[in-house]
Each structure stands twice: as structure tokens, then as C-alpha cells.
């Protein structure tokens, strides 16, 4: 096994382990149906690192490979998205700094709004 083969094989295995641990289904969880009609869906931030590496080893009977992949993932619980009726609000679990996360903080608020505004809009033009 040649070492660009073998270092290919590893990192295809490896990749395709973390891809199954990181699917869409880790990041936004299955919503949870509350008791008094609301629903929660947990939202969780995922970071994940990987490195692999191999060579060639020198043998007098034939081609020997060596190499060695490694990875790791973090899942952290950071919100649940709570929806009651039209209503979505966020409940964050940590404190969140970088813009993306604030930016998915908010989504829920922005998009009550554009409701509540093209809801307007409608009604206007109803009454005309």
C-alpha cells in the first residue's frame, strides 16, 4: 500500500465518522413537545478537529505503510428555540459573542417582525 493510499483510506474513514457525528441532527435537535403547548428544539454549537499523516517505511521484503488519523468534536447545548403558536422566541443557555451566533440569535425576533409588518401590510390593503 503505497503512503498516499494509505493516508487517503485513513482520512476517508475518519472524515465519515465525524460527519456522522455532526449531521444536522446534533446541531438542531428534535423539538420537544412541552406540556402546555409550547415547543422547544435545542440548538447546539459543534467544533471539530482533525489531523492525519503517514509515510512510507523502508523494508527489504516489500512496501510498508505507516500513519495515524486523529479527530475530535465538541457539542455544546447553547439555546433552545421555543415556539408557541406564531410566536418564536430564543432561550440562550451561554453567553454568545461572535456575529454569526448573534445574528441567529435574533433571526427569531427579526422574523416576528417581518410577520407583524407584512400582516399590516395585508390588512391595509384589504381595507382599500
Same mark, same amino acid.
Not at 456522522?20 to 423539538?31: K, Q
Not at 492525519?52 to 439555546?79: N, R, W, Y
Given at each position: 500500500?503505497?503512503?498516499?493510499?494509505?493516508?487517503? &483510506? *485513513?482520512?476517508?474513514? /475518519? &472524515?465519515?465518522? !465525524?460527519?456522522?457525528? $455532526?449531521? $444536522?441532527?446534533? %446541531?438542531?435537535?428534535?423539538?420537544? $413537545?412541552? @406540556?402546555?403547548?409550547?415547543? /422547544? %428544539? @435545542?440548538?447546539?454549537?459543534?467544533? +471539530?478537529?482533525?489531523?492525519?499523516?503517514?509515510?512510507? *517505511?523502508?523494508?527489504?521484503?516489500?512496501?510498508? +505503510?505507516?500513519?495515524? #488519523?486523529?479527530?475530535?468534536?465538541? !457539542?455544546?447545548?447553547?439555546? +433552545? &428555540?421555543?415556539?408557541?403558536?406564531?410566536? #418564536?422566541?430564543?432561550?440562550? &443557555?451561554? $453567553? !454568545?459573542?461572535?456575529? /454569526?451566533?448573534? +445574528?441567529?440569535?435574533? *433571526?427569531?425576533?427579526?422574523?416576528?417582525?417581518?410577520?407583524?409588518?407584512?400582516?399590516?401590510?395585508?390588512?391595509?390593503?384589504?381595507?382599500?
Amino acid at each position: 500500500m503505497s503512503s498516499e493510499r494509505g493516508v487517503n &483510506l *485513513l482520512t476517508e474513514v /475518519a &472524515l465519515n465518522k !465525524i460527519r456522522a457525528l $455532526t449531521d $444536522t441532527g446534533t %446541531v438542531i435537535g428534535d423539538p420537544i $413537545t412541552l @406540556p402546555n403547548g409550547c415547543s /422547544a %428544539v @435545542p440548538v447546539s454549537r459543534v467544533s +471539530f478537529g482533525f489531523a492525519s499523516g503517514g509515510s512510507d *517505511l523502508p523494508s527489504s521484503k516489500s512496501e510498508m +505503510f505507516g500513519g495515524g #488519523v486523529g479527530g475530535g468534536v465538541t !457539542i455544546t447545548p447553547i439555546a +433552545f &428555540l421555543v415556539t408557541q403558536g406564531d410566536s #418564536v422566541k430564543i432561550m440562550q &443557555l451561554d $453567553t !454568545i459573542g461572535s456575529t /454569526a451566533d448573534n +445574528f441567529v440569535r435574533t *433571526l427569531p425576533d427579526l422574523v416576528d417582525r417581518i410577520s407583524r409588518m407584512t400582516g399590516k401590510n395585508t390588512e391595509k390593503k384589504e381595507e382599500d
